[in-house]
């Protein structure tokens, strides 16, 4: 299995960039939940590349097409299929990279792995595009969360090393959420948002990318979601996050800061607001043991640099088995860390959703 | 599903802190492996309570008893169950931590959970010893791999903000891997390794607790294993070290350093040597579309301090809701990064070791 | 996860009778192998309604659209998508079927599942239209298998207790199973065959149906293929064939008739024959402890009779909470099962194909 | 995989014949439910070798030692293992078995997928043995399903021919199935049984066994249990009869007879009772399209005769490559019918509580 989440909630991801389609089949979705299209295709819009100076020409629809599973409106229990045609495909583009790999692309491995016979025109099953059919389950998730009074929302936390003002871990609100995926260019900041823009433009124009940092957080969330050892929040929510094929690294509330903290400070001092209770830091991130602890759930993702860039590369040529250089043509995002915001957000939401039913089995 | 990494390999573990027995089952291991229970003994000692500044004076024989799995040194091809029974239990340390949560542990999280019928006794299922039976899984994977020519090994990169030497992600060869290892305290600079330990000492006589990084290196491993989009190497690794019940982060290669790069610095040059590809530099972390590429693999995972200190905190009673100082007694590593350590390694292994195992399905 | 075969091959199968699609994804295929979609389509037509006696008149044209996971016609790794698109419905025919359950339907079970919000159009996601998916999933799995040199086939071994010529389980060769397929109404003996479709026709004319048993054989497996025991031969074919709606039973060699024999004249007596080890009888259908033994292995499954009748029936109006006599109109087969033997050859395909895959990782 | 039977509710069997010990592993047990170990003890004992005239003189007490998962007898959430020590083995019984394989038991078969490193002693993983932790999982099962009114029970159907009087799928009561299992020889009449009891004698005077049929009745199901298609009721109980050694045809309702039905007579009519929806008939067994109608569940499970028999054999040496005479000393029961029907009922009680729990994730 490989391209497949498997939990309560079952997500399969299919499709190579310059196949008939790309698409996505959610198993185990109760019966009776609303899907709102135009919800969902407002969510995809943001995943989309678009006008901005960070993102490619390239036009892509994104019109997912609904095969199964819905029924006047409602998921009826049977399978959710939703299908992308892949129609705006320029073959020619990526005609040699089968013989010569592009550095931090998957060329090489894929070649080593399906021995010649993967599907390489524009990065195959391995394409920035496959994080299309996973919005696709992470929108729909989100809407009933958000139905459950549970928000999901991300922002850019840094671009080529600009941060942004991050969330609150404490006292973030379902509208701090909200508020950023309104822009495509989702910041909490708005001059932090426009520096990042600036420096985007300086990449482009050298011919370079940049990398980044995504901020996810969530609110409205109950105490006790999350199965420890193998299925806490933490463990789902990497799954599911390292499958955005850019990302390289993952931490939860303090993450790596916990490195310099003492336990006396990294501690979360539990207290009482009204018949709540409530923790007064949330060094943890909303997570205790693998569970919810009912604090906001807070994690960051690492985004490395589109690999794609215009500078000439060092590569070989796997026929000859000798060095040479190598020039990519072709459109590519100096930056993908705004497209990645909705796609993180869809992973976080897959797997709450997910750890949700899981915890509906629990109760007695 | 909560303690089962499911793949090639199923790892399967339980037991409480206070239960007669922990344990792991592993189901899929071939038949005719040999395992040496001597080293899988020195491995697990690794692991154990020691008499080092930087741990609990506790005893843990962390003997395990193979139940099954094995015939005549050999793997059967059945699963393999092995226990270890919980001896050394002092239960009254821990009476009233059902109503009064420890901050930083899962207790108020497993209450809001399982309703109260948790297991509370010595923290549970949640405790750093159900990583015991993540040892021995790992352990035995590591043996096989070992006889493959995939060598893992792990050091604590840093404690308390003092960084040990960084491996070279280049190259790094098995013997970097092997050595600090054969030390209770392993790192790749004994200076800096002294400076940790004094920093430890300080923790412990302020009642206080540090974390750490601890990074994990592999050498050997073929180009190939992993499978995208949610079976990647980063996705399989993640889901066994957040098993690993103080992680907070994780990051492969270059990891939230990306944040900074731009692509031209990030992407890591193929070259030939010999008929060999291999890259310049490795900031992918040997990992290129969740599958490995030859390179070394390296991840680092961020440990947090020891939630257990002996300073009074700020807690909440849950019986009658109104907050309360906790003073913690008992006996409590000041800092669990060196045990951790093999922990580190062993979810490695289990994981490359799921993918190689899958890998030979791949192969036609 | 409902409509999910997990395993080394996992088959994902999705849509409603009246739905967009219908259709399937298959995760774990090997790159590298050849897909004859000529070959497939002739297979699925043998699934097809078609002009006989024991047919509906509906048309299905039943070609499937390949969305993903093919690379000029080899498997590439990724995962396979294929869908087939519903054209030929006619929902009217069905309007009222949401309030008076059709006996031996599954209307009134899924009302209940699904709370009213099933997809209840041609019986949705329980039509047995569902099975031809399956048959791209098992048609695919044949032709990797018959290139290893494995056949799978089936006849119809009874309908309305006429009963077709069995498989010989010893000396069961490849041709006799790729015989009957070749024609429309697939029986080892034509004169058996023209005496049910003798019988069909009588039960058309009554406006009844009529059930029967399907026989399987499979050739040219190795011994070692299953894992008990969850996972041996038996469990996998087991599940895999309860998936084909109307099949009520399922027997592996001598299967029932073991409680009618003795030890002493069931087990199967070992033999050289040259150096291969044979048995002299085969009332173990070629599995020994779930695993095959090398022998033919044979099976065979009990289908109902079409539960969609001409007859009026007692049922109830679900609203009003009272009896009431129901007229079902619309096109039906009288006899399903020969259209069910392509099926129950997909299903042993993919539990024979997955379990060989599996087998792979066990060698060392 | 092999032993897993992997859903909601997750059971790992583990153990060889002659190993240290066999036993289970159930995770996805919700916490709070209390676990009666005398009424498991009572359960095991109906599985047990006893003084019978059907059973081996052999003494297994199958006393299970809980090793985790319960807190003061109620589960706590956290995986329950059990395991049952080898102490009454007589290795020396089955020496020459790695050679000279035993018609109708698994030594080929194992020899050849594990390449000779099976646990060979006492049947290793393929023993019977194995069903005691089937039981312990079942037995707990049962008393959960009990509480909320859901009884499982099973009896003798038949025995080398002769017949016991069958449940009345219709009018089955919770009485009816409690009563068989009283006995150490369950049976509905106690002259069929006394029958069957004599043929055993005479079986066992001839040096050899009988095989025969059980059938399992499930009383208080609530309509809507079973996931289609894959994880139907039928897919799910079949996945784990299967898993019983012997176990060789399974058959839902009329099954196999359906064969001779024609549809007017196999639909069961619908038909109000106060205000519940019920059938006339159950040819069904109480599942449509693989979810419960609330109808009494009814199945039939085939059991060989037991393959260890005391006459000489013609087996083969398979060091040798040729031909030989195989006499099989030790202690065998003449017919495991008896033994197996608490398994039957264990593995039926394990499938619906899984999908009794998947359930509650369906319901909104």
């Excluded at 020039?327 to 993908?336: A, L, Y």
């Amino acid at each position: 299995m490989s391209s497949i989440y498997y939990g309560r909630l079952t997500v399969s991801i299919f499709g190579q960039s310059h196949a008939p389609a790309i698409g996505v089949t959610m198993d185990g979705l109760p019966a009776g939940e609303a899907v709102d299209l135009d919800e969902l295709q407002a969510f995809l819009a943001r995943r989309a590349p678009g006008s901005g100076v960070w993102s490619t020409t390239r036009k892509e629809g994104d019109v997912p097409e609904i095969l199964s599973g819905l029924s006047e409106g409602y998921t009826c229990g049977s399978p959710l299929t939703a299908i992308i045609r892949n129609t705006n495909t320029r073959s020619g583009d990526y005609a040699n990279l089968r013989d010569i790999p592009r550095p931090g692309h998957a060329d090489y491995t894929a070649q080593k792995k399906y021995g010649g016979f993967q599907d390489a025109a524009g990065g195959g099953h391995f394409s920035g595009r496959l994080t299309a059919p996973l919005c696709i389950a992470g929108g729909i998730c989100k809407q009933i969360l958000a139905r459950q009074g549970i928000q999901v929302g991300a922002h850019i936390a840094a671009i080529g090393g600009i941060p942004d003002r991050p969330y609150d871990p404490v006292a973030l609100q379902p509208e701090d959420l909200l508020s950023p995926g309104q822009s495509r260019f989702p910041v909490n900041d708005p001059q932090a948002g426009q520096a990042m823009q600036e420096a985007i433009a300086q990449a482009r124009a050298d011919l370079d990318s940049l990398g980044g940092v995504i901020e996810c957080g969530v609110t409205g969330l109950p105490a006790g979601l999350g199965d420890p050892m193998l299925d806490g929040m933490e463990n789902r929510i990497a799954r599911l996050i390292f499958a955005i094929p850019a990302v390289k690294g993952l931490e939860f509330g303090a993450g790596f800061a916990v490195a310099h903290l003492r336990g006396s400070e990294n501690n979360d001092p539990f207290y009482m607001e009204g018949d709540q209770v409530r923790t007064r830091t949330n060094h943890a991130g909303g997570i205790l043991g693998g569970i919810t602890s009912g604090m906001p759930l807070v994690f960051r993702a690492a985004v490395k640099p589109t690999p794609s860039i215009g500078t000439p590369q060092e590569s070989v040529s796997l026929s000859r088995g000798e060095g040479t250089t190598l020039v990519i043509k072709g459109r590519h995002d100096p930056c993908i860390v705004p497209r990645a915001v909705p796609c993180v957000e869809a992973a976080a939401a897959i797997a709450i959703y997910d750890a949700l039913l899981e915890q509906k089995e629990r109760s007695r």
